[in-house]
């Protein structure tokens, strides 16, 4: 969904929380959504959305709409598609580096223009690093469908796999929201993805670190 239409239920400051929402609020190592919000002859940018209280917020730079005013609001899409290019793409190099290596992902960002992920990797061996990237893409390059659905938590902790996290477990709720991609990576995530990975292209490593004992980091982005 890039177009929409909701209700203001809340103006705070140069912010904004809808009635609903297309905008991707920033969280889980991705920025948020920016794009345009529309109402009478104003239209106003969406420079970031966020989580609050009462809802996702949109902060605006322009005029604000009233409490009560229906809107219409629209994502930048070449932005949301890149994030959720990129998105997809680490899923399935996440997965990759887990089945060759063992490593865990102990943080992640991924902005329009670029992402870093880290490894709990202990040693750093660029050649395995690279080895790794091309299998992605070997596999992003293939046919693999990624489907959304939705488990109970406590059935998703129990199956193997399904924490990609080093130290972090999902959401203490109820029910969790599941990204499979088909054939390759199964776990809980709340974010955007393509529909299928060969929508991705191709992971190209822009530069590897190594942060610290047992973390080494590894800036990329997605071509074309």
């Given at each position: 969904?890039?177009?929409?239409?909701?209700?203001v239920?809340e103006v705070?400051?140069?912010?904004?929380?809808?009635?609903?929402?297309a905008?991707?609020?920033?969280?889980?190592?991705?920025?948020?959504?920016?794009?345009?919000?529309?109402?009478?002859?104003?239209?106003?940018?969406?420079?970031?959305?966020?989580?609050?209280?009462?809802?996702?917020?949109?902060?605006?730079?322009?005029?604000?709409?009233?409490?009560?005013?229906?809107?219409?609001?629209?994502?930048?899409?070449?932005?949301?598609?890149?994030?959720?290019?990129?998105?997809?793409?680490?899923?399935?190099?996440?997965a990759?580096?887990?089945?060759?290596?063992?490593?865990?992902?102990?943080?992640?960002?991924?902005?329009?223009?670029?992402?870093?992920?880290?490894?709990?990797?202990?040693a750093?061996?660029?050649?395995?690093?690279?080895?790794?990237?091309?299998?992605?893409?070997?596999?992003?390059?293939?046919?693999h469908?990624?489907?959304?659905?939705?488990?109970?938590r406590?059935?998703?902790?129990?199956?193997?796999?399904?924490?990609?996290?080093?130290?972090?477990?999902p959401?203490?709720v109820?029910?969790?929201r599941?990204?499979?991609?088909?054939?390759?990576?199964?776990?809980?995530?709340g974010?955007?993805?393509?529909?299928?990975?060969?929508?991705?292209?191709?992971?190209?490593?822009?530069?590897?670190?190594?942060?610290?004992?047992?973390?080494?980091?590894?800036?990329?982005?997605?071509?074309?």
């Amino acid at each position: 969904m890039r177009v929409f239409s909701a209700e203001v239920v809340e103006v705070s400051g140069d912010a904004v929380v809808l009635d609903r929402t297309a905008f991707h609020p920033r969280g889980g190592g991705l920025v948020s959504d920016v794009g345009f919000l529309r109402f009478g002859d104003v239209v106003s940018r969406v420079v970031e959305a966020f989580f609050t209280d009462g809802g996702v917020a949109h902060r605006l730079e322009g005029g604000l709409p009233r409490v009560g005013e229906v809107v219409e609001g629209e994502v930048d899409w070449e932005k949301r598609y890149r994030i959720m290019r990129m998105h997809t793409g680490l899923h399935v190099l996440a997965a990759t580096m887990v089945e060759k290596t063992g490593a865990l992902i102990t943080g992640n960002n991924i902005s329009y223009d670029g992402g870093r992920v880290d490894f709990s990797l202990e040693a750093f061996d660029r050649g395995v690093i690279e080895e790794v990237v091309e299998e992605t893409n070997r596999r992003l390059a293939v046919d693999h469908p990624v489907r959304v659905y939705y488990l109970e938590r406590e059935k998703v902790l129990s199956m193997p796999g399904m924490v990609k996290l080093a130290n972090r477990l999902p959401p203490d709720v109820p029910v969790l929201r599941i990204v499979e991609i088909e054939g390759l990576d199964v776990q809980a995530d709340g974010g955007p993805h393509v529909r299928n990975t060969v929508e991705v292209g191709r992971i190209m490593v822009v530069k590897l670190e190594n942060k610290g004992k047992a973390n080494r980091r590894l800036y990329f982005t997605v071509s074309p």
